[in-house]
């Protein structure tokens, strides 16, 4: 089993910056990449970022692209989400997932996630 954990949600106001975290414990080895995903109300949980344990390699949504980066430390088995310029449509309770997920196609499915946070609150306001 892999426990996750996330922080570093809040309020602000529409502009400004937030870097949510998300460390990992237990058997951590049995995946191989983490992402983030986002539930607004009413609204279906969507892809935002992820990143591979051992490349680092990144992958983001179109939404966000050029406004938040995910990062790793390994040292730490933590992960990083740091969101600037932050609009109202960002507003969302936030999860971080991990999963063994193979192919490059299979970070941006919720489906390949095994293992979930249980999720932090973002409100940015306008």
């Known amino acids: 089993q892999v426990q996750l954990v996330e922080s570093g949600g809040g309020l602000v106001q529409a502009g400004g910056s937030l870097r949510l975290s998300c460390a990992a414990s237990?058997?951590?080895?049995?995946?191989?990449?983490m992402g983030w995903f986002r539930q607004a109300p009413g609204k279906e949980r969507e892809f935002v970022a992820a990143i591979s344990w051992r490349y680092g390699s990144t992958y983001y949504a179109d939404s966000v692209k050029g406004r938040f980066t995910i990062s790793r430390d390994n040292a730490k088995n933590t992960v990083y989400l740091q969101m600037n310029n932050l609009k109202p449509e960002d507003t969302a309770v936030y999860y971080c997932?991990?999963?063994?997920?193979?192919?490059?196609?299979?970070?941006?499915?919720?489906?390949?996630?095994?293992?979930w946070g249980q999720g932090t609150q973002v409100a940015v306001s306008s």
């Open positions: 237990g058997r951590t080895s049995s995946t191989n990449g």
């Open positions: 997932a991990a999963g063994l997920l193979g192919y490059s196609s299979n970070y941006y499915n919720s489906q390949f996630y095994n293992y």
